[in-house]
């Protein structure tokens, strides 16, 4: 058996099942050398594959976010303090085995520092508008390049683990705690304030290659923004249409940078705009449209995985969702009854929106909160704007 003697008790627990009589699972706990616990492919896993579902063993609603100083950490230590005390005895045991970065001004003997409050805040991810604690989530270890990316499907009160990229049987799964788009040295800053040095593939290279990596991020993040403003433009606006091939150029260059770079957590965003911008071409032809596309189902592909109830949960919290993010729920879809993987339900489009089919005239009046959706021949979004 892999595990260290004083988690065997508890990680059977973790994984329902016995830890020492083979998994059945896909996935195993283990020691990562230098990392402490982390958690194991036990077997090849394809991109999209979902590795496990977990639900919180204590969630908090925390007292209201303060912009430059977050969330009163005291209430929240005794808001989970509440929930945790009315546990069963083993999986409190469970909890407090959890990994504890205790602050330079902390100490592991003072008792005023609550172990709880410092397992939660060690372990904890935000679930929309509320923060949980997820024992098997909390084994995950950090890459700079993860392999695995994770979801929250309010539907089913339950965080999703799914394979980012194929990962194959042995392979050490990883998520991202932080932004990737930040150069080695800014991350490790970051990362420092979660009380570790990361020994991740990308803060391990060589110095050359160290070199190129912050540079390709770099141009990551400049393409990104510049692209993501130049795609809020409306279709058809002049100064558009002259850059669209440049942009159009940008947008697959900045995919293949995110994907050289190893950096899926930015796959649909890139392909996003690659999708954009191939449908804005002058002279937007067969093979054009065609590429366009398979660009926005890749985009499309890649912001589901994980949760494909992703635009049901977003659509039922229409509220509160950010206008900008209908061009992402929309593009490369078709409009139709009922939602599915390729079609968005028409019922659950803003109350204020235009469908726009090619060469339709439209009337010039501005509305600042309408949801404007051009679609192609084939009735597919190709771009949402709004006014
Ligand atoms: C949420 S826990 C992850 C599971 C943990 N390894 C355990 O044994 O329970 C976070 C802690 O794992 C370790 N860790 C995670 N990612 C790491 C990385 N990339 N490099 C070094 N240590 C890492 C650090 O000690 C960090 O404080």
């Excluded at 496990?52 to 969330?71: K, S």
């Excluded at 042995?170 to 998520?175: F, H």
């Excluded at 800014?186 to 990596?213: H, I, P, V, W």
């Excluded at 919290?317 to 390729?342: E, S, Y």
């Amino acid at each position: 058996c892999d595990a260290p003697a004083h988690y065997r008790n508890n990680l059977h627990l973790l994984q329902q099942e016995p830890l020492c009589e083979g998994p059945a699972e896909s996935w195993v706990i283990k020691e990562s050398p230098g990392k402490g616990l982390g958690v194991f492919a036990t077997r090849d896993l394809d991109v999209g594959d979902i590795i496990f579902q977990e639900a919180p063993a204590i969630l908090v609603h925390p007292p209201p976010f303060v912009q430059g100083m977050g969330y009163d950490t005291i209430e929240v230590g005794r808001r989970a303090r509440a929930i945790f005390d009315e546990l069963p005895r083993e999986e409190q045991d469970v909890i407090m085995s959890l990994a504890a970065y205790y602050k330079p001004d902390e100490s592991i003997h003072d008792p005023n520092a609550d172990r709880l409050k410092v397992i939660f805040r060690s372990n904890a991810y935000n679930t929309g508008k509320d923060i949980g604690l997820f024992v098997k989530f909390s084994r995950i270890n950090h890459s700079c390049r993860p392999n695995a990316g994770y979801a929250w499907n309010h539907r089913t009160g339950k965080r999703t683990l799914y394979a980012h990229r194929n990962i194959a049987a042995g392979e050490e799964l990883s998520v991202s705690y932080i932004g990737l788009l930040s150069i080695k040295a800014g991350r490790q800053s970051r990362l420092n304030t979660y009380g570790f040095t990361c020994s991740c593939e990308a803060c391990t290279l060589a110095d050359a290659e160290r070199k190129a990596s912050d540079r390709r991020r770099r141009n990551i993040k400049e393409a990104l923004s510049d692209l993501e403003r130049a795609a809020s433009e409306p279709t058809g606006d002049k100064k558009r249409s002259k850059r669209a091939p440049r942009l159009a150029k940008e947008a697959m260059k900045l995919s293949q940078h995110v994907e050289e770079e190893g950096l899926p957590d930015y796959y649909a965003r890139a392909y996003h705009l690659a999708a954009v911008f191939t449908f804005d071409l002058p002279g937007f032809s067969e093979i054009g449209g065609r590429r366009a596309r398979g660009w926005a189902k890749m985009a499309n592909f890649h912001r589901t995985l994980g949760n494909p109830d992703a635009d049901l949960d977003e659509a039922e919290r229409k509220g509160t969702v950010p206008i900008g993010n209908w061009m992402h729920k929309l593009l490369g879809k078709k409009l139709g009854d009922r939602h599915n993987a390729f079609i968005f339900a028409q019922n659950d489009l803003p109350k204020h929106h235009r469908i726009i089919h090619p060469g339709q005239p439209i009337t010039e009046d501005y509305w600042e909160d309408r949801v404007n959706i051009d679609v192609d021949d084939e009735e597919l979004v190709h771009n949402v704007w709004f006014g």
